[in-house]
């Protein structure tokens, strides 16, 4: 069975969890995602960083550790079938 989203970004969206590996958990909430973004986060954007692993920025979100890539398929770590 995959975590859902929120096992790592917590109910509310606000992130931060340290997992195996290293990575944190991004906070997902709207002041976040756009108010705090010089390219702020729109749906399309959201659906390519949850998809494929690429952020905003056109970065590459930081490569999964064990945990992380269990619940996406290579090279993305997000993958809508982790929900
Ligand atoms: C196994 C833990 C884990 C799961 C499950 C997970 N995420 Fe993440 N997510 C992370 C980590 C860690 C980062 C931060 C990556 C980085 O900073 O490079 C992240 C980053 C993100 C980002 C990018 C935020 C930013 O600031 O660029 C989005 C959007 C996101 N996650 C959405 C989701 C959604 C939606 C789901 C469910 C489909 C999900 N995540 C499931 C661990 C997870």
């Given at each position: 069975?995959?975590?859902?989203?929120?096992?790592c970004?917590?109910?509310?969206?606000?992130?931060g969890k340290h997992?195996?590996?290293?990575?944190?958990s991004?906070?997902?909430?709207?002041?976040?995602?756009?108010?705090?973004?010089?390219?702020?986060?729109?749906?399309?954007?959201?659906?390519?960083?949850?998809?494929?692993?690429?952020?905003?920025?056109?970065?590459?979100?930081?490569?999964?550790?064990?945990?992380?890539?269990?619940?996406?398929?290579?090279?993305?770590?997000?993958?809508?079938?982790?929900?």
């Amino acid at each position: 069975m995959f975590p859902t989203c929120a096992a790592c970004h917590n109910a509310d969206g606000s992130g931060g969890k340290h997992l195996p590996g290293g990575a944190v958990s991004a906070d997902l909430r709207h002041a976040a995602l756009v108010t705090a973004q010089k390219t702020p986060y729109t749906l399309p954007l959201l659906e390519r960083a949850i998809s494929t692993g690429v952020d905003n920025q056109g970065q590459a979100l930081k490569p999964g550790d064990a945990a992380l890539e269990d619940v996406a398929s290579r090279p993305a770590r997000h993958s809508l079938r982790t929900c």
